[in-house]
């Protein structure tokens, strides 16, 4: 199934912006592998383009995947070769121009991760103009929303599907839909699945499936027989989800020593990428484990990322478990300061993550302790408690 992504289903449209030209755009990580089949755009002249890019995660374009000229018609479709994009891989989609006094059709950014493939996303970034290469010769930068052209993509219809849905549907003659638990059928005996969703007489309450919006959902067939929906939400459809530690911006400005997070999970998950931030240099970020005493256990997993904000490294796959302490930190190699949040809620962070049981230090600040360096540095160095410097971390998982 063909879907089509905008920046303003998100956001208010806004009129074209005369003077507002330049190359403007997004970096978003998608939350699945998909095939782009077409970009949108639209400008008041020309030359212009709309472009899909790489990235290095840090607001930097590094190659250009595909492009196509911009008409005068806001929305406008372009087809494009077939592109793919991969699930937790950073790219950016931007449009720009070579010739003053012409503009972009615009909208508000508004918050784009609703859009199911949207897993993360920082904008607006903004480049000088010229042609598709300006994006790749220069790092963009944060922007106010209303220079953000209104532009997008057309993909696919994601292809990976979790193999476990969250909720069986039971679907009634009168239309209604009943919601009831999922038990995995591999889980539970047939007779009980049966007694769960209602017995033999489940399939002749359903309504014809032709009734039922069926663009989220797919049908499943017991072997008894019987007939329920399931429900595949976006929380599931992503698998990989950004936890992050708040999103409020503020350069530190002289902390650069092992600052970091304490949590624990209600759930099994995998790590595959960490995620930290800084102002320059070189730092290291690194997950451990942290059961008890004054230091970790030991070092899980580790990267070294450059400077920005939520710049993510590659981690190969570590899997975490329920009822065991892990530490989350980050601290540099060689010059910059961590960048941090201005304010941190624990209690916001475990309501806003459902896998995530609890998170410390309780207070809002970070753990800390009185060096710099190699990832194995808090296992044996000084702890010393808690710190008001909070640098922006988190981690990618499925």
């Known amino acids: 199934m063909t879907k089509d992504f905008l920046i303003s289903n998100y956001g208010s449209e806004i009129n074209p912006g005369r003077g507002i030209w330049f190359w403007r755009g997004v970096e978003f990580t998608p939350a699945d592998t998909v095939t782009v089949t077409g970009l949108f755009g639209g400008h008041t002249g020309s030359p212009a383009w709309v472009a899909l890019y790489e990235s290095d995660g840090s607001r930097t374009a590094t190659s250009l995947l595909a492009s196509a000229s911009v008409t005068d018609d806001r929305r406008a479709f372009h087809s494009i070769d077939d592109t793919t994009i991969e699930e937790g891989n950073n790219y950016i989609l931007a449009q720009g121009s070579e010739n003053s006094g012409n503009g972009h059709y615009r909208a508000d950014l508004g918050d784009i991760s609703q859009d199911r493939l949207i897993s993360d996303y920082t904008g607006v970034l ?88 069926r663009s989220d959902m797919r049908v499943h067939t017991p072997q008894n027989g019987t007939m329920a929906w399931r429900e595949e939400r976006k929380e599931v459809i992503r698998q990989t989800i950004n936890v992050k530690t708040d999103s409020v911006s503020n350069d530190g400005s002289s902390n650069h020593y092992w600052r970091g997070y304490t949590f ?117 160095e000084s702890f010393s408690g808690e710190s008001s410097a909070r640098p922006h971390l988190g981690f990618d998982f499925k």
């Open 126 to 213: 903004r480049w000088g103009s010229g042609d598709t290469s300006r994006p790749i010769d220069s790092q963009g930068g944060s922007r106010s929303s209303n220079e953000m052209p209104d532009i997008g993509i057309r993909y696919d219809s994601i292809t990976t599907r979790p193999t476990e849905p969250e909720a069986l549907l039971k679907l009634t003659v009168d239309g209604s839909i009943e919601e009831l638990p999922f038990y995995s059928i591999n889980d539970v005996q047939n007779d009980e699945l049966r007694a769960h969703i209602g017995g033999d007489t489940l399939a002749a309450d359903l309504v014809p499936p032709s009734r039922v919006d």
């Open 264 to 380: 624990t999970l209600n759930k099994s998950i995998t790590i595959r990428r960490l995620i930290g931030s800084h102002t320059g240099g070189t730092y290291n970020v690194a997950l451990y484990r942290w059961n008890s005493g004054d230091n970790p256990e030991e070092v899980l997993t580790s990267g070294t990322i450059g400077s920005g904000r939520f710049v993510a490294t590659s981690v190969s796959n570590v899997t975490l478990q329920p009822g065991e302490r892990y530490l989350i930190a980050q601290a540099r190699e060689s010059s910059g300061s961590h960048k941090e949040v201005t304010q941190l809620n624990p209690s916001e962070i475990v309501s806003k993550y459902s896998v995530i049981e609890s998170w410390g230090p309780r207070s809002g600040n970070s753990w800390r302790w009185t060096d710099n360096g190699s990832p194995t540095v808090p296992l044996s």
